[in-house]
Structures are given as structure tokens and as C-alpha cells.
């Protein structure tokens, strides 16, 4: 790995030596704007965080924003990284926290942007002054070697508890402890094994760590409250601890949604003091961030809590008093939050504790915030986080955030999970089937079942009751359960259908001690625990444009089905010895096949 920097660049070009040829970087003038211009052979390139669109970016303009996007992402995404790799060897990171564009023709062209708040789709963007001083990381080398040692320039990859790689069961639409409970027997009944149990509709919607209908007495601003110090009885959540000891007993462990905001009310939203008492306290010791004027910055309208107020995670006391707040819910037994949001920077005249602008927290608050909470949450805990940055594998777990139930969004997540993958993300799960909008058909929840029980987090969650895009489509029944599922179909294909879908679920909890010893490995070795084909066989031309196969961990070779009606499936096989996982036949690498897809194509390394 050798360090240097764009002023360098600016006074002397430089000419970096790796196993596919010789890189020429220089800095050029586009259009009166400096710009990093990189001259080298290559076929692929990989890597820029987690992407929607695509796995190979030669050809592409890519953004490295933090975005919240609702569904069919595309070249949006939640969690970028301004570091990428190629086919031939070479490798980079740029040490920024700006926004920046990078341009794959055969020149690859970097570029700082202006105005990052605003509409990046366009093909001309405003470009600032060039951070001179900003520091360039070069690698050369195989994949493995160039994942590993960017990732280290972040630190150490951390390692979640055993029981995040069992099945997963979430929804929005859990708003009472009764609910919850059910789910229990749910699982009993049709007799599906699950470890985590994710719960969102579970707060006031108004502090967001309080049990919805919980009676206190509402204290400072500053102050926090304990167990004793709430009257569940009334409430939707009658007996928190014993809900959780319950779900302990049963192989559960509990993770709670959370969203960094201090809320402004909706207009129909009843009061809270504790919230205005919240708020106030963070606005009068500057706990949150600040505008160029000194005032609170609020969340512009037409954006997701709009008028809300941001808490600064770069300022020691925000995160004192923050998680002072919601210390109690680890007092009963709460094994984690998901962490959503952190894509609400979308100005760049605000100010941090630390110095920052909104420049730079553009992207990195995501990542400043889930820090926080793993910091908070300590060892034993998880978190499982939408957004992040460069670092986001010492912040585990990442997810896919939300898309539509569509084969085509099947894809998006496959080539999500893969390229955060190839930029040093190690754990990464999505919704099995999609999220929103109406439900999956059988097929297709069947097929993402299947990616998910060979996937590092096997998830399936459902959104509220009425869904998101109630209004403009009917959704009276949108719970992604596997039962629910069934139940669409004629009743004499669900219990057939249920049987398959279960089957998955025990594989997967067959596969965990080949998952623990795999996960465990990774974090040690800092390699992602799924990985394209270009990382094992960058070597191997076929592997360059393939983005549908990968491995999960050193020795299974994962084909999923991505589109409808296949009972065949085209793959290539790399070189060596493979054992078919379900059929058990040996077949020889180095070519590809036809085979038979009846279940999800999987291989063992022989």
C-alpha cells in the first residue's frame, strides 16, 4: 500500500506500478475545475460501497452520497465508499468524507462535487475547489489482499454475537406486546425455528424509547428514566421484561427499531412533554446540529421527519444524554436496536462539536451515528443498520433497506450485497421477498427465501398494516409471514408449500456452525463472508461479468434463481472440484452448466 496526496498530484504525477500494468495518476482541468484523472488497464471495476444498479461499474458514473431513497434505488445508495478496485490488481481509496463522482471510462476520472445537497442525476455537476491536502491510498493486488488492507485502514472488523446468523423474524406492523406473543405461538405452531425477533411499531413515536402508552412522570431534559420509573399496566406493552424473558426462553433474542431524531410532532400527533422537554434541553446546550446562524437544523420539508431536529453523535454529551435515555431498555434485556436512517444531512452550512460541516456529514453522519450505538451497546449486542460509510465493518450488521416485492428488486439486493461485500462490508442481509407495495407471490418469496438461507443474515419482515403505498394500490394483507404467504395460494398447495419454505429455515440452522466458523474466520482475516466470483478467480475472465453467483464463505458456491418461471439455471463452475450440495454429484470446474433449479444451485468446494 503506498500513501500520497492530490497536492503532490497537482505539483507531480506519479506512476504506481501493479500486476496488471502501470497506473499514471495526474491532476487535470475539466471545464476550470481540477479534477484526479487515473490511466490504467482494466476490464472491471468493483467495490464504491454498497450499489443497486450494478456490479461491475466500468462504464459508470458513480456518486458517493449517503441517500434515503424509498424502493428501486438504482444508482442511489445509503451506504458508498469512495474506494474501488480493479480485475488487473490495482486499487484505490480516497480519504474523504465529501461527496465525490467517479467516472469509469477508460480513464477514470474523480471529481469533488459542489452543492451535494442538490440533484445529482445530471451528466454536468458543479465541482468545488480540490482538497489538496486529502490523502490517497493506493493498493496493488489480488482482491483478497486489497479488501483486507483497505479495511484495516478503519480498523478492526467486529465480530456479532452467534446468534445473529439463525432466521430472523420482523415487522412493522407489531404494535402490541399481545402481538408479539403471537408470533411465539405462530412459530410453534408451524413449527419454524427463528433466533432474532426484530420489533419497530414498539415506541411512542414521539422520544422513540419509551413503551407506546407507558405512564411516567416526565423529567429534565438531561435526565433519564429507569424501569421503576414507568407504569406499564395500561399500556400496549403490559410486561416488557416479561415479554423479553419470555422470548429469551424461547431461542429469541430482541432487537428494537430506532431512528436518530428529536421529533417534531405531525399535526395530528398528540403531545408529549418528555419529547418537548427533550428537545428543548438539546436546542439550549447545542445538542443537536447547528446552522450557520446558530440555530437548530431541521430536516427540510418533503423529506422523512421533516422538521425534526438531528442529535450531534460527534458531541460527548449528546451521547451521554442520548443513551442515558435509553439505557433502561438494555436493563431489560433488549439485545440490540436497528438503527435506521442517518441519510439527513441536506445542507452544507450546518455545524458539528467536532468541527465538521455539512460538506463532510453529507456522508459520514450515518456513520457517526451507528458508531454511537455500538459503542453503546457493547459486546453481546448487535445493531442492524440502513446507512454508513467507510467503516461500516466495525459497525455490523448492514441491511439492504427497502425495496418492493419484485424479481427485479431480487436482483438490486443480490447486487447490493455483493459490492458492499467487495468494499469490506462482512455481514449484510435484506428482506426476504421485498418490503413494500403488495405481497410476493409464492415464487418469488420462495426464491428469496432461498438467497437468504445462503445469505450472512436470513431475514423476512413486513411493513405496516395498509403499507406505503396504500392509496395507489390495494394492500389489505401485506404481513410476510411464510404462513401468510401460504395462504394466498388454493388450499391444497399451502401445506405442501409451507413444507419447502421450512426447509430452508432448519437448513439454515444446520448451517450455523459452518456460518460461526466462517464469520469468525472473516473478521479475522478481514474478507467479506459473501463474495463475487472476480474475488477467488480474478484470473478467470467469466468471473469479471458475473454477478449472480458467489461464495459463501471459502467453500460454498451459491447460484441463486433471480427470475420467474426458471426450473433451470445457467452457471459457470470455477476451476476445481465441486460436490452438488443437494444432489451430491461431483462435477468438474473450469465450465459452465445447465442445471436444474428445482432448489437453489449450490456447490461444495472439493
Given amino acids: 500500500m503506498e500513501h500520497m496526496t492530490l497536492a503532490s498530484l497537482q505539483q507531480k504525477p506519479a506512476d504506481f506500478p501493479f500486476p496488471g500494468g502501470v497506473a499514471h495518476l495526474c491532476v487535470i ?58 480485475d488487473s490488481g490495482f486499487g484505490l481509496y480516497i480519504d474523504t468524507w ?74 412493522n406492523r407489531w404494535n402490541t406486546q399481545k402481538q408479539v406473543e403471537q408470533q ?39 435526565a433519564a428514566l429507569r424501569c421503576k420509573d414507568f407504569d406499564f399496566a395500561t399500556s400496549k406493552w403490559p410486561d416488557p421484561r416479561g415479554m423479553i424473558e419470555k422470548l429469551h426462553s424461547a431461542g429469541l433474542r430482541l432487537l428494537l427499531w ?73 436493563d431489560l434485556g433488549v439485545d440490540g436496536f436497528k438503527t435506521d436512517g442517518g441519510e439527513f444531512i441536506y445542507r452544507e452550512d450546518i455545524s458539528f462539536a467536532n468541527g465538521s460541516g455539512g460538506a463532510d456529514m453529507i456522508n459520514a453522519y450515518a456513520q457517526s451515528y451507528v458508531r454511537a ?19 461500516q465493518h466495525t459497525t455490523p450488521i448492514l441491511w439492504a433497506g427497502d425495496q418492493r416485492s419484485t424479481f427485479e428488486e431480487l436482483r438490486a439486493q443480490l447486487h447490493a450485497g455483493l459490492s458492499a461485500a467487495l468494499s469490506g462490508v462482512i ?59 401460504a395462504a394466498t395460494l388454493p388450499a391444497m398447495e399451502q401445506e405442501a408449500y409451507l413444507d419447502r419454505i421450512r426447509a430452508y429455515h432448519k437448513l439454515r440452522m444446520k448451517l450455523l456452525p459452518y456460518l460461526l466458523a466462517e464469520a469468525s474466520y472473516c473478521v479475522e482475516h478481514s474478507c467479506p463472508l459473501i463474495r463475487a466470483l472476480v474475488y477467488d478467480w480474478s484470473g478467470e475472465e467469466e468471473a469479471f461479468a458475473i454477478d449472480d453467483e458467489f461464495m459463501l464463505g471459502r467453500d460454498l458456491l451459491v447460484a441463486p434463481v433471480l427470475y420467474a418461471g426458471l426450473d433451470t439455471r445457467r452457471l459457470w ?19 459452465w452448466l445447465e442445471t436444474a433449479a428445482t432448489t437453489i444451485p449450490v456447490f461444495v468446494g472439493i
Fill in 184 to 222: 411465539l405461538d405462530l412459530l410453534i405452531k408451524h413449527d419454524f425455528p427463528a433466533s432474532v425477533l426484530v420489533i419497530e411499531a414498539w415506541s411512542d413515536e414521539a422520544t422513540f424509547y419509551i413503551f407506546n402508552g407507558a405512564d411516567y412522570t416526565p423529567v429534565s431534559g438531561n
Fill in 373 to 391: 450505538y455500538t459503542d453503546f451497546v457493547g459486546e453481546g449486542r448487535t445493531l442492524f443498520s440502513r446507512a454508513g460509510y467507510v467503516g
Fill in 98 to 171: 465529501r461527496v465525490s463522482a467517479f467516472d469509469f471510462s477508460e480513464e477514470i476520472t474523480v471529481r469533488f462535487v459542489l452543492n451535494a445537497h442538490l440533484n445529482l442525476d445530471v451528466d454536468k455537476i458543479e465541482t468545488t475547489d480540490f482538497p489538496a491536502g486529502v490523502e490517497i491510498a493506493l493498493f496493488s493486488g489480488s482482491p483478497a489482499a486489497i479488501i483486507a488492507d483497505y479495511m484495516m485502514l478503519s480498523g478492526p472488523a467486529r465480530l456479532p454475537p452467534d446468534w445473529v446468523f439463525g432466521p430472523w423474524i420482523s415487522a
Fill in 427 to 485: 455481514f449484510w442481509g435484506f428482506d426476504i421477498g421485498g418490503f413494500a407495495g403488495p405481497l410476493p407471490d409464492a415464487e418469488l418469496y420462495l426464491r428469496a427465501t432461498e438467497l437468504a438461507c445462503f445469505s450472512p443474515i436470513m431475514q423476512w419482515h413486513s411493513e405496516p398494516d395498509g403499507g406505503q403505498f396504500a392509496g395507489e394500490e390495494t394492500l389489505d394483507n401485506n404481513e410476510r409471514s411464510p404462513w401468510n404467504i
Fill in 29 to 86: 482541468e475539466e471545464a476550470g475545475h481540477p479534477a484526479l484523472a487515473i490511466r490504467l488497464p482494466y476490464q472491471g471495476v468493483y467495490g464504491m460501497g454498497e450499489r443497486f444498479d450494478a456490479l461491475n461499474k466500468k462504464g459508470q458514473r458513480v456518486i458517493n452520497k449517503v441517500e434515503e431513497h424509498f424502493c428501486h434505488q438504482g444508482d442511489k445508495t445509503y451506504c458508498p465508499a469512495p474506494f474501488f478496485f480493479t
Fill in 573 to 591: 463452475l470455477p476451476p476445481g472440484s465441486w460436490r452438488g450440495f443437494f444432489d451430491h454429484e461431483l462435477y468438474s470446474g473450469g465450465q
Fill in 258 to 330: 430506532q431512528i436518530p431524531v428529536y421529533k417534531w410532532p405531525d399535526k395530528d400527533e398528540s403531545a408529549c412533554i418528555q419529547r418537548d422537554c427533550d428537545r428543548a434541553y438539546a436546542i439550549e446546550h447545542k445538542l443537536c446540529v447547528m446552522d450557520s446562524e446558530g440555530k437548530p437544523y431541521t430536516i427540510p420539508e418533503g423529506h422523512w421527519f421533516a422538521g425534526s431536529l438531528l442529535p450531534d453523535f460527534t458531541n460527548a454529551e449528546t451521547r451521554q444524554v442520548w443513551f442515558d435515555k435509553r439505557r433502561y431498555l438494555l
